[in-house]
Each structure stands twice: as C-alpha cells, then as structure tokens.
C-alpha cells in the first residue's frame, strides 16, 4: 500500500501518495500553479523555476519538490508572485515577439503566462540577447525548429530520451546561443530519429512546429474532430485539426500525446489529387465515366448473371482490414445473404489466420488476450517474429520504456531488429524453425522446475501429451535445428522462466509459414506452462498489423464463421442469422483468399468485388495473382486511389477514406473505438457501407441504415462479444471485447478465471521443416517485412511526399559475409531470383540480417516482393509462407 | 588511429563522470587541439551515452573545440582584474602580431587566439596561458619575446 501524506496548501488541506510533488499536490486540490518545463508524463528537471512556491518560508520549485507531511505550501504570496515575474521576464529577454504570425498563437504556454502576467516591457532585453537571430533548422520533411522561441525547458530532450527511448536531441553551447540540436547538427534524418514528432507535440511554445502546418490556419480558427488514426493496429485516437476541408495538423495518441510518424505527418494522403472521384467502367483498354447508376447497376447485373450461370460460388469477395467494422460486415452479409456464398475472405488471411485457427484451439478465443497499457508492467517480454519498433510503434515504446523500468527483453528472430540492440537476449534462429526453439524453452523450464505446476493443474488440460513431445528439445537438439546457441537458449529460457509476469508479442515473422498454426500453438503451449496467461501483464499478444484487422476478422470477413467468431457449422448459430436476415445461407465453408486466386485461375471463380484491399502487391506469388484476376470475368473493386488491382478491374467504385466517413475500427488490443467524419469525400466518392446498401439492393436483398450507427445496433444484436457496444457508449476511450452487455465494462485481458473453451489445452507440435529450403541453385532464405515509414502496399503513405522521399525504393538487406562471396557492394543494384520470378533492387550489405538469410520490405509495388514469396499455404489455416523462401541473389552485369 | 585512442579511454573507468576528462584525453592527443566527430563517438561508446549528450558537454565548455585549432592555443585573459590592468592593449597588441583576431588560427597553424575568464593569477595580471602554461605580468615587449619562443621551438 502506498503511504498518504498530509499537507496545507494554501490553508486548504491536501491528502496525498508519498511521492507527489508539490505542484501535482496542489493540482490535484484544484489550485493552479504556473509551470513551463514541467510535463505530467516526464520527470522533473526544474529549468524554467517558473512553479516557485513558498515552503514554510522557503522558496522551493514544486514541479520537483517531493510532499513532506505537514508541510504548509503557499503557492500565491505576493513574493512569489514577483519573483515569477521576474522570472517570465528573463525569459521573455531572448524571446522574439513574433506572436503575430506564429503557429502557437493561441496555443502557446509562454503567451499564455505573459497575458496573465501582464508583461508588456522588458526590463532586461540587451545587445547580446541574440536567440531571435538564430536561424531556423527545418532540413528534414516534417519538423520545424525555431531555436529564437526555444525556451530551453528540454521537454522535447526527455520526450525523446524518456518516451521515445532515442535521446537524439540535446542542448548545445551555452549563454544565449544555446539550442537544442541533435549529435553535430545533423538533420534529424541523419540521426536515429523515428520523426515521430513527440517533441513537437510537449513543445510549449512554438520552437518546434510541425512544418506542413505553416500559414494554414491559427489555433482558434481550427475545427477539431476526434477519430482513430487509419494504419496500424496500435489504434491510436487521434484529433484532426481542419480548416476549410483540409488537415493541418495531427494531435492526440497514446496517453494523449504519442504518434508515430505515419499518423503524425502520414495523413494528408486524404488530399492528394490522384483520388479517385467519379465511378469508372472499363472501355477497351481504359475506362470511362459513369454515374453511380450506371456503374452500381451494372455490377449488380454482371454479378447476377455469373451468379445465374455458374452458382454462387462462382462469386468471392475480398473484404478490408482497413474498412470499418460496419462495413465489414455489410461486406459479409452481402455476400452471404445476397449472392449466397460463403467465399469471402480479407488479408487477414495473409498475416494472422493461424493465430486465429492456434489460440482458438488452445484457448477458446483468437485475439490479443492482453492490452498496450499493461506492457510497462510487465518483468519479463519475448518478442519474436514482430518487427515492433517499425509496424506497431507505440508498443515498441512501450516494451522500452518497460526495459528502461528493469524488464528482462528476449527478441527472437533471425535480423536484427532495432529492439534486438536492446535486448538482454537476441536469439538469431534460421528462418522457418521456431516450433523447435519453442518446444526448446518448454524443455528446460520443465527440466528445471520453472514452470507453474499449480495453474497447469487446475486450468489445462493435455499436459503429458505435450511434455512427452518437448522431451527430445534438448538445446543440443535445438542448437542442431535452428542454429541457436545452446547456452544462450538456456540462458534466455530461464529468464522467461522465472518471470512473474512474462508477456509475449509475436507477430507475422511467426505466422506466416508453413508450419504458422503450429508455431502459435507452441507459443500458447509456453504460456500456459509458465502460468502467464489470465493476469495483467502477462499473455499471448498478438500483434494485428492493420487498423481494424482485427474488427474485420470479428466480424467475419472470414471464409468459415459468422460475426464474432460463431461457428457456420453451428445449426443454432446459423438460424439465429437467417432470421435476422432473412435468408437461408449457404452452409459450406467459403475459399480463403489464396484459395481464390487458384479457383480463379481454374475457371471455378468467375467474378469478384474487392473492397480496399490490393491483392497485387500483398499477395505470394503476384504472377499467379494477375493471372487470375486477367481471367476473371468480373472485377469490381471499391477504393480511394487506383493501385496495382484495380488495372483489372471492371468497374471501379470510388469510395470515402477514413476522415470521410462514420464508423468503428477495432484495434489490436479488440479495443473498439469511433471513427468520425472530419470531411466530405472527394468528387462523387461514397462511403463504402453507402456503397454496399445500394450495391446489395440492387441484387435483389434491400439494406438499408440510416447511419453506421445502426448497422452497429444490429452487430451488438447478433455477435455477443460485441453485444453491449453502441456508440453512445463509444466516446472517449471506445470498449475492450468481450463486451457482453449494455452494462459491461470491457475486458482489458482475456481468460482471467477460465478460458472460452473451458481449460487452456496444451497441444503436441513437432518441427517440421518450413516448405522450400535453400539449396545449390536458390542458396539464401528470403524473409520479407516492413519499414516504420510505410504501410502495406503503400497506397497511402506513398501517396505523402515526406514518406516518399525517407524511403523512395525497395531494397534486399544481404550480410556482408554472403555480399562479398558474390562480389556485391553496398548501394549495388542486383538482381534477386526464386523459383516463381525475379526483382532488381538495390543492395544494402547490413549484419541486421545474419549470413544466409536476406530481407526485402514487402510495401513496393514497382519491385514487388511478393513476386519472390512462395504460396505453399499452412494446412491448417491456409496462410502462404512469405517468411522464408529459397532465392539467390546476382550482381547486375555492369 | 583509432586503436591509439581506445587505448587512452581505457585508461578511466566507464562511468558517466569520467565524460569530461576522456573528452580532454582525446582532444590533447590531437595535434589540432580539438575534438572530431569520431572522437566524441568513441567517448559516447565507451561510457554508453547517447552521442547528443556527448555533444552537449564538447560545446558546452569553452575548453574544447570542434573545430581545428593551431598547435598552441593563446587564452587571453578578460576578467575585470585584467581589463583594468591593460589586457585590452595586449589583445590589439596580440592581433597586430599574430594577423589575427580571436577565434582564428595563424595560418601557418602555430597558435589559436581566445580569451578566457579569469585564470586565477589576478596577482599578477594582466595574464594569459599559452596551452597549459600561465603568464603574468605581461607587456607588449614581453608578448613579443614568449611568441617568439614558441615561433623559434617550431
Ligand atoms: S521526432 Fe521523435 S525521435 Fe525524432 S527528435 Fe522528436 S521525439 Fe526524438
Ligand atoms: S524546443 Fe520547445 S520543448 Fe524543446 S527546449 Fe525548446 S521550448 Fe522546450
Ligand atoms: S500508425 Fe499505429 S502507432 Fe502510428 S499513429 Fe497510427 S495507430 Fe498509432
Ligand atoms: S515547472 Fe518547475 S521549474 Fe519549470
Ligand atoms: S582576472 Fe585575469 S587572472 Fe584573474
């Protein structure tokens, strides 16, 4: 328990933790004391002595003064009052009064102080004052230092040692031409800067601004709508700032203030001229205009016609994990109730199906069982196959902060990862053998009586089993397998063992093989062996790399379920929605996304309505991909830009981005939040439920909702993990799932007394070698994966000018030990080859990859990966190995 | 190169408050008087700072220098003490000789003119150092006569 102290201030009594500050103490009694440097989410350095308060007679800095009991604190005498003053005005002294066109007017915390202190003349203003001639630093895409408004409080000095873990910036030189700069001046872009804009963000006063935003509108003028930022499944809440129908700036995040850059500097996308704006149908080699009309009724004719010739099945659609939970489930229902198959599927697909089809089997339930603000908290995080730092930011922010706090980091995986470098334990293994490494710390935590005798008792089920299989992983045995040092498996296996709150992260570095349901199997079986799963801080985390993957597996944009996971094959289940909506379905399991293509290209599947997804660059094996969608008799496709798919498309149906529309998104920690229209979408665009309603009633099954709102109604009335979600109660913080009921209050992690399934079942996996292994002609390991400046197939974030130019082209990381056998300089373009096609792309010879292993980002579509990747699926989930396939790499002639 | 100044380093325990006397290490082992890039790497390495730290304490103090300096570096002494006893004579005095004003470097890179505060020896002002070597009571004759000893030493 911690200690209260009491203490006056100002006469008022005030009880309070030990360990308070002053001005926090006082804050909490509702009295305000004026304070520039201090930062509720950064540790005191009292700089600016703005928060001067009288302490039994003694002048003290409250912002990092400590409560003593029975202290008596006046923070408003008439001293203290002229010494603030005082203090205001020497940092005026160096202050340029630019007011009058800054940025931060309006918002400023120094203008503020000086309004209510009604300083109008300076007293100290001298020739050497001469901060204001300083010139500005502004050489990299989004960020904008003024080093004349700087007043040297160093928030943004800690946001980025404290916060973002990078400490890039600093002071230098002294007197009155002291700034903040980073190592040399450099540009940020040369540094190890994330440009995630945090110092912007805690910068009082307008010293750092965000570039884009100059001359665009003043504070007061901005209109600000509260929505959830469109990329990754960290499902940051943002507030757009607008004027005029455009974004100015980007505010809010995790605990108010933390982006990354995507969201920060990423969205102005929404803008850019290449949207597409008026429905367009295919004319001989090109398209042509059309009236909504025209286009809608013309998809709903084609599809009828195929649906008439060749059955339902001959139709699939391809649903969105960056659409919204509604429309996702209009999409489904579409596709069930008015064409009458149950082939829909989304991408989903392609990064966590053997999540879903391994935790379901292990514990009832698919998803993240535990939540972002849990991680600090944690002693022990392995984390593997997820390159956090670059695809789920605020998570690797927090599992930093979390090693800064003294937890024990374990990354495994074959690169090294930016959280390798800070990592107690980086285990390399070979691509494709993590069942092995697995089973090898089940072994030795069993083997040295680590594990949770007592919570395996009572709530699993399957242990001997699954203890006979792990038997022979000895870390010789595994040594042999995966190339992992014995002694360091050893090592690291104990760490994890003797954690009391142990959390693990994986995402697609795990998934996406061959042996991809095994392997989160194996990662649940660890789990239920340690005991770490059910309580804060610990679980089997998941990471869901898009915005609302997570909402559009929920709501079953899946081949096999129904919303909320409820099971096709269930009778009761199925009859609960054909009298909701009114239709027998169809009973039969529908085709996965890499299913579709084949039954494309077999002449099985004969149309299809793709909604914001971009299959030709996410897809393995995209010459397969073309094929198929060439020999389609249909193609429709809904999107905001054009992109590598809809040049097969047919009809092409413009749709409402993000910022243009209502809605749900629910992110990786099945956290739903709301997404509110901020502007009108461009031209004739619509958004996509819009789309779906008038598309669905013109095959013959009217739907029709006023607003997305009572599409969600009707989602809570039929999935029960969603069944007390209403958007009354969505403002604010949005709701964890399960949320049963009108009255529940979310659930922050899963499986606290028991799991869905009843006990957590361990299950025997065995390893098995991943599907194509390197030999004399294709003699490296290809994995692939994402930078931090893009997202997916870059169709937004290609689209933002700073994101182009900090990573304009694709690239093949290649150790420098396999470089020089093949005679490959660094910067060198080369030519990377499988057995299913060819690339060339730049070479970039980094030990980030271990030797015999290389790395190509998957977000380019002029260079695509995926031309690489092998489309053997995992049999039980269907995933396509894009984690390790045989390639070999080639100087190009010169 | 490199190998002879972690060496240099070695010679200290890795600990934070060792920062400043690793960065007067490397800057006296070079013949320009100064601090590159790669030494207050080599510094941040070893004692595991972040580089911007390192940075921050290179251009806090006056002492060091990130620019190359001449092989001696002339610190003139500007504190009143010394102001009143002349020193700004001796500064025109020290220009005129060297074809310099502070900051700059002779071009045959002999010596570095600065100015400093008070050096202690207020006794015997005015004062200068020349490197690690302090004189009083100084005169434009007498100016002359120390330059020429180190010209002559080159
Ligand atoms: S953008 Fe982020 S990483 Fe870069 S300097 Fe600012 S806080 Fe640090
Ligand atoms: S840039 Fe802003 S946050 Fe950073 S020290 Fe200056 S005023 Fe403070
Ligand atoms: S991309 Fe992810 S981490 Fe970055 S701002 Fe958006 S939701 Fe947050
Ligand atoms: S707020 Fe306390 S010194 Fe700045
Ligand atoms: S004032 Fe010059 S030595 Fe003290």
């Not at chain 1, 339902?312 to 489930?329: F, H, M, Q, R, V």
């Not at chain 2, 020193?87 to 570095?112: C, K, N, Y």
Request: hydrophobic content about 40%; proline content about 6%; aromatic content about 6%.
């Amino acid at each position: 328990m911690e200690r209260l102290v009491k203490l006056r201030i100002d006469g008022q009594e005030v009880e309070v933790p030990e360990g308070t500050t002053v001005l926090e103490a006082a804050e909490a009694a509702g009295i305000e004391i004026p304070h520039l440097c201090h930062h509720p989410e950064l540790s005191p350095v009292a700089l600016c002595r703005l928060c001067l308060v009288e302490v039994d007679g003694r002048l003290l800095t409250s912002c990092n003064t400590p409560v003593r009991a029975g202290m008596e604190v006046r923070t408003a005498t008439e001293r203290v009052k002229r010494l603030r003053r005082l203090v205001l005005e020497l940092i005026l002294s160096d202050h340029p009064l630019d007011c009058l066109t800054c940025e931060r007017n309006g918002s400023c915390e120094l203008q503020r102080y000086a309004y209510e202190f009604g300083i109008e003349e300076n007293r100290f203003v001298g020739p050497d004052h001469a901060r204001r001639e300083l010139p500005p630093r502004e050489d990299n895409p989004f960020i904008r230092y003024e080093p004349g408004k700087c007043i040297l409080c160093a928030r943004c000095i800690r946001v980025c040692d404290e916060v973002q873990d990078r400490h890039v910036l600093d002071f230098a030189f002294r007197g009155f031409s002291t700034q903040v700069v980073t190592f040399l001046e450099r540009p940020l872009t040369e540094t190890d800067c994330e440009l995630c804009g945090q110092c912007v963000a805690v910068c009082p006063t307008g010293a750092l601004t965000e570039k884009e935003r100059r001359f665009k509108g003043r504070e007061w003028e901005l209109e600000r709508v509260e929505t959830v930022c469109p990329f990754c499944g960290c499902g940051c809440r943002i507030t757009l700032h607008l004027k005029g129908g455009r974004i100015v700036k980007v505010s809010g995040g995790y605990r108010g203030f933390r982006l990354c850059v995507k969201g920060r500097f990423g969205l102005t996308f929404v803008h850019r001229e290449d949207r597409l704006k008026v429905p367009l149908i295919r004319e001989g080699d090109g398209f042509r205009e059309a009236s909504w009309d025209e286009a809608l009724g013309y998809v709903a004719e084609r599809l009828l016609e195929i649906k008439e010739k060749y059955g339902p099945d001959a139709i699939a659609g391809l649903a969105s994990a960056k659409c919204t939970n509604e429309e996702n489930y209009l999409f489904q229902k579409l596709i069930r109730a008015a064409i009458g198959t149950n082939n829909v599927d989304h991408c989903a697909r392609l990064c966590h199906a053997p999540t879903v089809a391994g935790l379901v089997a292990a514990f009832g339930s698919g998803a993240m069982t535990n939540s972002i603000d849990e991680i600090l908290d944690a002693d022990c995080i392995l984390v593997t196959g997820s390159n956090t730092t670059e695809a789920h930011p605020i998570v690797a922010q927090e599992i930093r902060r979390a090693v800064r706090r003294g937890g024990t980091l374990i990354v495994v995986d074959p690169r090294r990862i930016e959280l390798a470098e800070l990592a107690h334990f980086h285990l390399r293994q070979r691509p494709g053998t993590d069942v092995a490494w697995i089973n090898g710390f089940c072994h030795l935590i069993l083997e040295e009586g680590l594990w949770d005798e007592e919570f395996v008792r009572e709530r699993c089920e399957n242990f001997e089993e699954f203890a006979r299989a792990v038997e022979r992983y000895t870390p010789e045995y595994v040594e042999e397998i995966t190339g992992i040092p014995a002694a360091l498996l050893r090592e690291a296996a104990r760490a994890f063992g003797r954690a009391q709150r142990g959390m693990i992260f994986y995402s697609m570095g795990l998934t996406q093989h061959t042996s991809g349901t095994d392997n989160v199997l194996a990662i649940a079986n660890l789990a239920l062996l340690t005991g770490n799963v059910g309580r804060r801080s610990t679980g089997v985390n998941p990471l869901r790399g898009q915005n609302n993957v997570q909402g559009a597996c929920d709501l079953a944009a899946l081949p096999n379920v129904l919303p909320g996971y409820q099971k096709l094959s269930d009778r009761e289940v199925r009859g609960k929605f054909e009298a909701a909506w009114g239709v027998k379905l169809p009973e039969k399991p529908g085709l996965t996304v890499v299913e579709m293509f084949q039954a494309a290209l077999a002449g099985e599947v004969r149309g299809m309505l793709i909604m914001g997804e971009n299959p030709m660059v996410s897809d393995p094996d995209i010459s397969h991909v073309a094929e198929a969608l060439e020999k389609l008799e249909f193609l429709a496709v809904i999107d905001i830009f054009p992109n590598e798919t809809t040049r097969f498309a047919d009809v092409i149906l413009p749709a409402a981005s993000f910022a243009e529309k209502d809605g749900t998104f629910t992110s990786t920690e099945r956290r739903v939040q709301r997404l509110r229209r901020a502007l009108d979408p461009p031209g004739e665009a619509r958004p996509d439920w819009e789309i779906l309603c008038e598309l669905s009633t013109r095959l013959g099954y009217p739907m029709s909702y006023r607003h997305p709102g009572e599409i969600m109604d009707e989602i809570a009335s039929l999935t029960p993990i969603y069944g007390g979600i209403s958007y009354r109660r969505l403002e604010g913080e949005g709701l964890q799932w399960p949320c049963p009921s009108p009255d529940h209050p979310g659930t922050p992690f899963l499986h606290k007394d028991r799991f869905p399934r009843g006990k957590g079942r361990f299950h025997a996996v065995e390893f098995r070698e991943p599907a194509e292994l390197p030999d004399a002609e294709y003699p490296l390991i290809l994995t692939t994966g994402r930078v931090l400046w893009h997202f997916h197939s870059r169709t937004m974030t290609g689209r933002v000018e700073g994101l182009h130019e900090l990573v304009p082209e694709a690239y093949v990381e290649i150790n420098p030990a396999d470089a020089g056998g093949l005679g490959i300089r660094d910067g060198e373009r080369v030519r990377v080859s499988s057995r299913r096609g060819s690339i060339e792309l730049v070479a970039k010879v980094t030990e980030r990859v271990p030797q015999g292993t290389v790395f190509i980002p998957f977000h380019f579509g002029d260079q695509a990966a995926n031309v690489l990747t092998n489309p053997a699926l995992d049999p039980v989930s269907k995933i396509p190995e894009y984690k390790a396939c045989a390639v070999r790499v080639e100087p190009i002639e010169r | 190169m490199t190998d002879q100044k972690l060496k240099l380093l070695a010679r200290y325990p890795r600990e934070r408050t060792r920062l400043l006397s690793l960065l007067h290490e490397l800057q006296r082992a070079n013949p320009n008087n100064y601090l590159t890039g790669e030494d207050l790497r080599l510094v941040a390495d070893y004692l595991n700072l972040p580089l911007s730290e390192v940075h921050d304490a290179a251009t806090f103090y006056s002492l060091f220098s990130l620019k190359p300096r001449g092989k001696h570096v002339i610190r003139l002494c500007k504190s009143p003490p010394c102001h009143l006893a002349g020193a700004w004579s001796l500064l025109a005095a020290l220009e005129r000789e060297l074809g310099i004003t502070v900051g700059e470097t002779t071009p045959d890179g002999l010596f570095t003119l600065e100015t400093t505060s008070c050096l202690g020896v207020c006794g015997v002002a005015p004062a200068m150092m020349i490197d690690e070597e302090v004189y009083g009571r100084l005169t434009p004759d007498r100016l002359r006569e120390i330059l020429a000893s180190y010209r002559g030493e080159a």
